[in-house]
């Protein structure tokens, strides 16, 4: 069974950064894409930013210009660099995961998140 463990949240003042990690069980060679996701209290589940096993990246509107996300497959992880964060910011962020097993079905995998709270 896949395991995502995330790390690196925290209480940050607003225009702080946060380096959050996200470590796998498993060699991230094997997943499509991987990414952040974040879900703010009474909100939806959103993305944040994705990378595929090529290294592209995509990143939602609020994080472009602020976020960056990374990988370092020597280590099976995955990071996201967060600058001059926002009150908005707030919220649970997941790691994600997905793979195409035998090559034609999709399975996503999920961290159990970690707390980001932006506040002064």
């Known amino acids: 069974q896949v395991q995502l463990v995330e790390s690196g949240g925290g209480l940050v003042q607003p225009g702080g950064s946060l380096r959050l990690s996200c470590a796998a069980s498993?060699?991230?060679?094997?997943?499509?894409?991987m990414g952040w996701y974040r879900q703010a209290p009474g909100k939806q589940r959103e993305l944040v930013a994705k990378?595929?096993?090529?290294?592209?990246?995509i990143y939602a509107d609020s994080a472009k210009g602020r976020f960056t996300i990374s990988r370092d497959n020597a280590k099976d992880m995955v990071f996201m660099q967060m600058n001059n964060l926002k009150p908005e910011d707030t919220a649970v962020y997941y790691c994600?995961?997905?793979?195409?097993?035998?090559?034609?079905?999709?399975?996503?995998?999920w961290g159990p998140g970690t707390q980001v709270t932006i506040s002064s």
């Open positions: 498993e060699s991230i060679f094997s997943f499509t894409t």
């Open positions: 994600y995961a997905d793979k195409l097993v035998g090559g034609v079905i999709p399975i996503d995998y």
């Open positions: 990378i595929s096993s090529s290294g592209s990246t």
